[in-house]
């Protein structure tokens, strides 16, 4: 009896340690329709392969990761009103389906990306390769935009972040591009700490002067004035990479290209833009509205997927006129 319950027992070790052997392979190929396995071999759905880094874990083994698709993500619960006063940093991202993040990303993230950031007043989605946030998303409500806390401008590097995987703040000194606030900080400094989190260097990419302190600083002057008129926003910013880019510092990558999406979650319809890297004036703002359905093609990514697929076919496709 003492002969058979030792083999039970490291039969039962040994299945424990193939299950927790697995790589975790849900942020590889994000833009590419997620992971399937092709010929035996793990690769990304629309056929190409896997990221260097993603076959270093081991995920192009098929049978050897734990792929989860964006088919086989569980839809979370919609809850828009939620506010939580849960601010802890979340350190590795966590299944998108349990992902909420203070009501930030009530109507699901778009894409699981490297690593998923909660802060108070707002998440991200960090890309690793780029060592730049591919998409942040931030909740706005009057109360939430109309709160002043003074500007401190002390950047910071996340420490939350894997050291390999960080921006610093060398790596933008000389670069001659601004350190352009995905969410900025006038947006979110409803309390000092919201405020203080976004100067940290993942709501942070290179941006050209003549856009982060002129078209862009409007943008979010624009969103600000029209959560006071419609009471609440739900809003992804984020980049793209359309051709070749610059590379600046220790390979933090310079999109060609930036986005907003703003979801009116009262009126249920939708205005997206799609910028340009270059100069660009208050002016030009309304020469690069798009649709939703645009900027998710461009983007490979899927804004507001936890909608009812009705009222998300029909805010995504229209064109809006400048709100």
């Given at each position: 009896?003492?002969k058979?319950?030792?083999?039970?027992?490291?039969?039962?070790?040994?299945?424990?340690?193939?299950?927790?052997?697995?790589?975790?392979?849900?942020?590889?190929c994000?833009?590419?329709g997620?992971?399937?396995?092709?010929?035996?071999?793990?690769?990304?759905?629309?056929g190409?392969?896997?990221?260097?880094?993603?076959r270093a874990?081991g995920?192009n083994?098929?049978?050897?990761?734990?792929?989860?698709?964006?088919?086989?993500?569980?839809k979370?619960?919609?809850?828009?009103?939620?506010?939580?006063?849960?601010?802890?940093?979340?350190?590795?991202?966590?299944?998108?389906s349990q992902?909420?993040?203070n009501?930030?990303?009530?109507?699901?993230?778009?894409s699981?990306?490297?690593?998923?950031l909660?802060?108070?007043?707002y998440?991200?989605?960090?890309?690793y390769?780029k060592?730049i946030?591919?998409w942040?998303?931030?909740?706005?409500?009057?109360?939430?935009?109309?709160?002043?806390?003074?500007?401190?401008?002390?950047?910071?590097?996340?420490?939350?972040?894997p050291?390999?995987?960080?921006?610093?703040l060398?790596?933008?000194?000389?670069?001659?591009?601004?350190?352009?606030h995905?969410?900025?900080?006038?947006?979110?400094?409803?309390?000092?700490n919201?405020?203080?989190e976004s100067?940290?260097?993942s709501?942070?990419t290179?941006?050209?002067?003549?856009?982060?302190?002129?078209?862009w600083?409007?943008?979010?002057?624009?969103?600000?004035?029209?959560?006071?008129?419609?009471?609440r926003?739900?809003v992804?910013?984020?980049?793209?990479?359309?051709?070749?880019?610059?590379v600046?510092g220790n390979g933090?990558?310079?999109?060609?290209?930036?986005?907003?999406?703003?979801?009116?979650?009262?009126?249920?319809?939708?205005?997206?833009?799609?910028?340009?890297?270059?100069?660009?004036?208050?002016?030009d703002?309304?020469g690069?509205?798009?649709s939703?359905d645009?900027?998710?093609m461009?983007?490979?990514?899927?804004?507001?997927?936890?909608?009812?697929?009705a009222?998300?076919?029909?805010?995504?496709?229209?064109?809006?006129?400048m709100?």
């Amino acid at each position: 009896m003492k002969k058979r319950s030792l083999l039970f027992l490291i039969l039962f070790i040994f299945s424990l340690t193939a299950q927790t052997s697995h790589a975790d392979c849900r942020g590889c190929c994000s833009r590419h329709g997620g992971v399937a396995c092709i010929d035996n071999i793990t690769k990304c759905r629309d056929g190409s392969d896997l990221s260097s880094k993603c076959r270093a874990k081991g995920c192009n083994k098929c049978g050897a990761s734990l792929v989860q698709t964006p088919q086989e993500t569980a839809k979370a619960p919609i809850a828009e009103d939620t506010t939580s006063s849960n601010t802890e940093n979340v350190a590795a991202a966590p299944p998108s389906s349990q992902f909420y993040c203070n009501g930030h990303v009530a109507f699901g993230i778009p894409s699981p990306e490297d690593q998923l950031l909660c802060r108070e007043g707002y998440a991200v989605g960090y890309d690793y390769d780029k060592k730049i946030p591919a998409w942040v998303a931030y909740r706005l409500t009057p109360a939430s935009v109309n709160q002043k806390f003074e500007r401190s401008n002390k950047f910071k590097e996340d420490t939350d972040i894997p050291p390999e995987y960080r921006s610093t703040l060398s790596d933008y000194r000389g670069s001659g591009y601004d350190r352009g606030h995905m969410v900025a900080s006038a947006t979110v400094d409803s309390s000092h700490n919201a405020m203080m989190e976004s100067f940290l260097l993942s709501n942070i990419t290179p941006q050209l002067p003549g856009l982060n302190r002129q078209g862009w600083r409007y943008l979010e002057s624009y969103i600000r004035d029209w959560t006071n008129e419609r009471t609440r926003l739900y809003v992804v910013t984020g980049v793209l990479f359309e051709g070749d880019h610059p590379v600046i510092g220790n390979g933090v990558h310079v999109p060609t290209h930036f986005y907003k999406v703003v979801y009116d979650a009262v009126s249920q319809d939708a205005i997206a833009f799609i910028i340009p890297h270059g100069k660009i004036s208050k002016a030009d703002l309304p020469g690069f509205i798009v649709s939703v359905d645009e900027v998710e093609m461009r983007s490979g990514l899927d804004f507001n997927n936890l909608l009812d697929n009705a009222i998300e076919d029909d805010i995504e496709d229209d064109v809006e006129d400048m709100w």
